[in-house]
């Protein structure tokens, strides 16, 4: 059974940050794509960010660069999103998901939602102004 854990999330004030884990199990890790996504209230689910496991090749959503790091640890099966300058409209549940070879698109350069196979039960963040 694949199972997806997020945990990391929480409560902090703009300009703060939060470093987010995913654990994957039941599931090969490797030469994987796995991607953190988020959804806010009332607005539809999106890429934040994404990688290839093993290869190490990273994918960001255009307002997420410079401030937020995925980062992997193919030992522990494990993918991180560290968040840094944390803002107001960061708010929203975030996910990681996993899936083989999604299809990438050069426009946007991240794995769209809906090309994603196994998704976890998400971690809340929310910040504060």
């Known amino acids: 059974q694949v199972q997806l854990v997020e945990s990391g999330g929480g409560s902090v004030q703009a300009g703060g940050s939060l470093r987010l884990s995913c654990v994957v199990s039941?599931?090969?890790?490797?030469?994987?794509?796995m991607g953190w996504f988020r959804q806010a209230p009332g607005k539809e689910r999106e890429g934040v960010a994404g990688?290839?496991?093993?290869?190490?090749?990273?994918y960001y959503a255009d307002s997420m660069k410079g401030r937020f790091t995925i980062s992997q640890d193919v030992a522990k099966s494990t993918v991180y999103l560290q968040m840094n300058s944390l803002k107001p409209e960061d708010t929203a549940m975030y996910y990681c998901?996993?899936?083989?070879?999604?299809?990438?698109?050069?426009?946007?350069?991240?794995?769209?939602?809906?090309?994603?196979?196994?998704w976890g039960q998400g971690t809340q963040v929310t910040v504060s102004s």
């Open positions: 039941g599931y090969y890790f490797s030469n994987n794509y």
């Open positions: 990688i290839s496991i093993g290869v190490g090749t990273t």
């Open positions: 998901a996993a899936a083989y070879n999604p299809f990438i698109s050069s426009l946007v350069n991240i794995a769209q939602p809906h090309t994603m196979k196994y």
